[in-house]
């Protein structure tokens, strides 16, 4: 990787995009990507140029990494900007908006492709990528439509830790859940997890047989998974379920940096015997959920009953290291990228 530019933000006549250069072949590292800087792009009628303030690096822009994203070109990904010139009158200079041209410092957006972001007294603007984002809605749909979680139901909930985990256990929590139940990859986050997130048992998936380890943390079996790993994890989750569970299959990050084809649960054929059903979704289906979730989770911020989890890295010339950072398991919550440390009093 060419080394990112040493001022960041861009200044008002240069913009800054991310290309991934290569692709990998397991693991990615810092050399698949290039930081390379451009004039500032001028709007032209009906769009307006934004300066991003928050970035999200996913676990899918790794599978993104194999094919769907052009090489040498800007990446695509989830990102909060502020208007700063218009030539659209449905985006005002100053909204503050989301949008998918991500990776960069600056676009120039449409209004059919953006949501203006609403704003909330006491609601930091990151949390629009976090627990009010895609990755709050994805727990929000798994518990409340696939798992359908049912007052005093037990959840086990894999990579617990990370942004669509805790807000799993916090949302799940709000709506009544039994006992939470979390595998994370290491001792520091198991204790993070019960000390502060709400679980009540976590184990750290490294220390053996994540089946043993289940076993253990839920001798009496789990009633619904909310499953982000696959392989042997969702392999343990089928294993620990009692009739009639619910499992929402929302991803495989255990796969993604492997070549090899995924492991399939070998238990698959248990799914007939105690009536389980495994469902898996994509959240860009549930939009229409959206403002629910608004409804729901924004009086419980507000009152703090319900906490926010990232793990926010500064710089935009730092988004290469935090989404590595992210498959490496270095965050806690969500992981977002903040233009400054003022990030959020842009609002
Ligand atoms: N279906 C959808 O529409 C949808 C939407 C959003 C996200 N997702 C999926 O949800 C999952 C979580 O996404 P997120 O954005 O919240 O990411 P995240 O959980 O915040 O970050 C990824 C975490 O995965 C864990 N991890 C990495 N490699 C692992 C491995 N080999 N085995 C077990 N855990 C591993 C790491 O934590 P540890 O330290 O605990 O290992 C890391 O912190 C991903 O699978 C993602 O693709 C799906």
Do not use: C
């Amino acid at each position: 990787m060419n080394q990112p530019p040493s001022t960041t933000p861009a200044t008002p006549t240069t913009a800054v995009a991310v290309h991934q250069v290569a692709r990998p072949d397991g693991f990615p590292t810092a050399d698949h990507f290039r930081f390379v800087e451009g004039r500032l792009p001028t709007p032209e009628q009906g769009t307006a140029l934004v300066e991003n303030v928050y970035w999200s690096v996913d676990p899918y822009h790794r599978e993104m990494m194999d094919g769907a994203f052009a090489l040498n070109a800007p990446l695509e990904g989830r990102t909060i900007g502020r208007v700063i010139e218009s030539r659209a009158p449905e985006l005002p200079e100053g909204a503050l908006l989301l949008h998918r041209h991500g990776w960069r410092t600056h676009a120039v957006v449409r209004p059919d492709e953006v949501r203006l972001l609403p704003s909330y007294a006491g609601v930091p603007l990151s949390a629009h990528l976090g627990i009010l984002g895609g990755t709050g809605l994805s727990a929000y749909v798994a518990l409340t439509r696939i798992a359908q979680l049912q007052h005093g139901q037990d959840v086990f909930v894999t990579a617990a830790a990370g942004g669509v985990g805790t807000a799993t256990a916090r949302l799940g929590r709000l709506l009544g859940a039994g006992r939470l139940i979390g595998s994370a990859g290491s001792a520091a986050k198991v204790a993070h997890l019960t000390e502060h997130v709400g679980y009540d048992i976590a184990f750290d998936y490294h220390e053996g047989p994540i089946v043993d380890a289940l076993r253990a943390a839920a001798p009496d079996g789990v009633d619904r998974t909310v499953d982000n790993v696959g392989g042997e994890h969702l392999e343990a989750a089928i294993d620990v379920s009692r009739d009639h569970a619910r499992i929402a299959w929302v991803g495989a990050i255990g796969q993604y940096n492997s070549p090899e084809p995924p492991p399939a649960p070998r238990n698959l054929f248990d799914l007939v015997g105690r009536s389980i059903r495994l469902e898996g979704f994509l959240v860009r289906d549930y939009q229409h959920v959206q403002q629910e979730l608004y409804d729901f989770a924004v009086p419980h911020i507000q009152s703090g009953r319900l906490g926010l989890d990232a793990t926010v890295v500064t710089g935009f010339d730092q988004i290469v290291n935090a989404f590595l950072g992210m498959l490496r398991g270095e965050n806690v919550g969500k992981m977002i990228v903040a233009a400054t440390d003022q990030a959020d009093q842009a609002r």
